[in-house]
């Protein structure tokens, strides 16, 4: 008998309780027909629906239902014949769900099959023959062929006639399991020479509309006398046999005896189910032996109830009850029936969100059928039954693309048998990006360095970051914030790639004017709304030997001349005086150095190759001339190093005098020599007008040098020293002190003055100015030396830092 495996059904639980529908059909409906709205009865809408991609999940079974998406309906796809699925069972109906996504939602719905009256009481054969004694008493009693009706209820076996009904009547007997077992009874003794061969009609009829019937011919040949029927020794027999037994097992041994002697006391035993299963599946021996002549399923039936007739040769018999359990083993795993399920979830999906529903039977019974299912470990999911035989799939912690971004999740089910048998689906579910990761970069600041006059648009570095999200939430771009440098926007000092994240050089920097700055770079990316994060870079300008030394002493004038005293009773390593420079560079570019590059005598003085002090190296002799001329360069250490000359004029005398004539003439030859061209072209210009100024030039003479000396009479003195200021020595020699004690005597002529020095403690400054021939003028005064011009000459002492 061919049966169907019903789920257990219930009220599911997901996000909300869902009811049931059920519906209720004959069998035999034609293909369309309408089985009901399920929209309406299930209170949707038909776009919910489509929209919900509803489908209908009905396991291992057939669909004899379909599902009509536009309209809502549920309509037959197939003829649906309730005896080729369910038999005998009752009720019978379809148990399928209706799944839908988004969200995800089951509505078990229920179809009972009702029965019609398509199937008319069947007998297994159309004759029995019966071989009776004429001795048999009356009352004997006769087992007679159950009819089969596939129909059930009203439209099952009803009734049984027997005509002609001289000898005969029928008895019915109800059975445990609902079946009625019919009895031939003999009301009227035999007479076999009356009668020898008794013919009779038994009819079956089922009780529905219109009334259906089968017939089953009996013949019955009288015998002679055979009056002992055979008796079992019980009227029930009970065995039982697990279903994995094998063909020839003995199931049980069943025992009839019979008072008769000889041919009349042998009993044989046949089974007198009409069922053709029984038949298949037992087989008894002669010996009343029952034995298994084919393979058990306890899942297609768990007892079979057979009976056995025992039969003498007389034709006398007795019946017997043999009532067999099977006993399940475990042969069955666990089918697992994925009903719904979704291939992606979000990283920001919250806790308890379901991912798949499915639907898990085992068709053995007891502990065989009890279920467990698991998940493989460590994995953010778990898995619990929401109802009979329902098990969800859902998450119980966060999930984290850039952790794991995808899952394989095993569900493994096994049943409490022993052995335990199971059964196992994969799920393969993708975890797709939320945009939760900000840009990180790669360091927690950046330093990076440019040699000043570099070319603007240079790349000077790369700032990177990286953004663990996925596709457009990880691009990453970057922006230069807003900031000022020294009150200039950081713009136009530099830019940043919004792409590569390359740094360039807007402007050509200069290290002396700007040697480092901070700005601040953000990184952001394309998720919605953008994470960003910021970093700082420290830009340092690095140096460039661009700037030539700058020499602060000897102060270089364009119309004086500075000469530096030295007597003539010098020692050796007389401080005859220092060169001071500096250079705006730095490191090395700004160590400086000094060197003698030409001098009147190279054997009288040295250069200190460091702090740049001129020193006598021998003797200062009568010999030596007055006039000194030097030339020192100095230079720094860069690469190419760059340099300055300085030109220092030394005095070798004792009285100012000596020195004053040997600079004026020498100052007077070189203003000769830098202004000839000047003077020529002068000339040129003014020769047309002296023939008409030659009076006016004359009388101005005259007029101009009685002024003179008037002004000299009254004036200071003519010479008047030149003091540089104190500085630090680099080398750490301290501080040069500058004093200076002389006396001065005054005539009416400058050039035939007598100046007395008087010992410095360090050197003596003499500027002159070559513009004078007759008078030198006075560069820095006060106040006059002598107030009245006739007053004698007068000696002052004068200090000076």
């Not at 398509?118 to 009819?147: H, T």
């Not at 306890?298 to 039969?311: G, L, N, Q, R, T």
């Not at 004698?792 to 830092?801: A, F, H, N």
Request: one cysteine or more; aromatic letters at 6%.
């Amino acid at each position: 008998m061919r049966r169907q495996v019903l789920l257990f059904f219930s009220v599911l639980s997901l996000s909300s309780v869902l009811g049931q529908v059920s519906y209720s059909i004959p069998e035999e409906m034609a293909k369309g027909s309408l089985v009901g709205n399920i929209a309406q009865d299930l209170g949707l809408d038909v776009r919910r629906l489509q929209t919900g991609k509803a489908r209908i999940h009905t396991g291992d079974s057939d669909e004899y239902i379909q599902l009509n998406k536009e309209k809502g309906l549920l309509i037959i796809s197939q003829r649906i014949d309730r005896e080729a699925l369910c038999g005998q069972t009752t009720p019978c109906a379809l148990h399928f769900q209706i799944a839908l996504e988004n969200p995800i939602e089951i509505f078990p719905i229920t179809v009972e099959i009702t029965d019609i009256n398509d199937n008319a009481p069947v007998f297994e054969k159309e004759e029995r023959r019966f071989e009776i004694s004429e001795s048999a008493v009356i009352g004997s009693k006769f087992i007679l062929e159950k009819a089969i009706d596939a129909d059930i209820g009203p439209n099952g076996l009803q009734s049984y006639t027997l005509k002609p009904s001289d000898h005969f009547i029928l008895k019915l007997h109800s059975q445990s399991n609902g079946g009625k077992k019919v009895e031939m009874i003999l009301q009227k003794p035999l007479d076999r020479e009356r009668q020898e061969i008794v013919s009779l009609l038994l009819t079956a009829v089922d009780g529905g509309e219109p009334q259906r019937s089968g017939t089953m011919q009996i013949h019955i040949t009288v015998l002679d006398a055979n009056d002992n029927a055979p008796v079992f020794t019980h009227s029930v027999y009970k065995a039982s046999v697990k279903e994995n037994s094998p063909t020839g097992t003995l199931i049980t041994k069943v025992s009839a005896s019979d008072a008769d002697k000889g041919s009349n006391g042998e009993v044989s035993y046949v089974i007198v189910n009409s069922m053709r299963s029984i038949s298949k599946l037992f087989r008894i021996t002669e010996e009343g032996e029952l034995m298994l002549n084919g393979p058990l399923d306890y899942e297609k039936a768990k007892k079979y109830e057979i009976d056995i007739e025992a039969v003498d040769r007389g034709g006398l018999s007795e019946s017997s009850k043999v009532i067999i359990d099977v006993g399940d083993i475990n042969d069955n795993a666990p089918v697992i029936n994925m009903i719904s399920s979704s291939n992606s979830i979000g990283e920001d999906a919250d806790s308890n969100t379901v991912v798949a529903v499915m639907s898990v039977n085992d068709p053995d019974s007891d502990e065989n059928g009890k279920v467990l299912c698991i998940i493989n470990k460590n994995i953010p999911f778990t898995i619990s039954p929401s109802s009979s035989n329902f098990y969800s799939l859902v998450t119980d912690s966060d999930l984290d693309r850039e952790r794991a971004s995808e899952y394989n999740i095993t569900v493994t089910c096994s049943d409490e048998g022993v052995p335990s048998l199971s059964s196992s689906v994969t799920l393969t579910l993708q975890i797709s990006d939320v945009n939760d990761n900000a840009p990180v970069f790669d360091r927690s600041s950046y330093e990076a360095s440019i040699v000043e006059n570099n070319t603007p648009g240079l790349s000077i570095f790369t700032v990177r970051a990286r953004d663990a999200d996925w596709k457009q939430n990880a691009r990453v771009s970057y922006i230069l914030e807003d900031s000022s440098v020294n009150g200039v926007p950081v713009s136009s000092y530099v830019s940043v790639s919004a792409d590569s994240g390359v740094i360039n050089a807007v402007r050509s920097f200069d290290y002396e004017q700007i040697k480092d700055f901070q700005f601040r770079v953000r990184a952001q990316d394309g998720g919605s709304p953008p994470l960003s994060s910021n970093v700082t870079v420290r830009m340092v300008i690095q140096d460039q030997n661009d700037n030539p030394p700058q020499v602060l002493y000897p102060v270089q004038t364009g119309g004086s001349v500075v000469a530096e005293m030295v007597p003539r009773a010098a020692d050796v390593g007389y401080l005859v005086t220092k060169v001071v420079a500096v250079d705006v560079d730095s490191g090395q570019n700004a160590w400086l150095s000094y060197k003698l590059q030409r001098a009147t005598d190279r054997a009288l003085f040295e250069v200190g190759s460091q702090n740049g002090e001129i020193r006598t190296i021998r003797q200062v002799s009568d010999k030596d001339a007055v006039k000194q001329r030097l030339t020192v360069i100095v230079e720094d250490n860069g690469q190419p190093s760059r340099s300055a000359t300085v030109i220092v004029n030394v005095a070798v005398a004792d009285s100012f005098p000596e020195v004053l004539s040997e600079f004026t003439d020498f100052t007077q030859d070189k203003e000769y020599n830098d202004n000839l061209t000047f003077y020529l072209v002068l000339a040129l210009a003014v020769v047309s007008f002296l023939f008409i100024t030659c009076l006016v030039v004359i009388i101005s003479v005259k007029i101009y040098r009685w002024r003179q000396s008037r002004i000299l009479y009254h004036s200071s003195l003519p010479v008047i020293p030149y003091y540089p200021p104190r500085y630090s020595d680099t080398l750490g020699t301290g501080t040069l002190q500058h004093v200076y004690n002389y006396e001065v005597c005054r005539t009416t002529d400058s050039r035939k003055s007598d100046c007395k020095f008087g010992r410095g403690g360090s050197q003596n400054v003499l500027i002159m100015d070559p513009s004078s021939t007759g008078t030198m003028q006075r560069i820095q005064s006060e106040k006059s030396i002598l107030d009245e011009p006739d007053s004698p000459l007068e000696v002052r002492p004068l200090s000076l830092p």
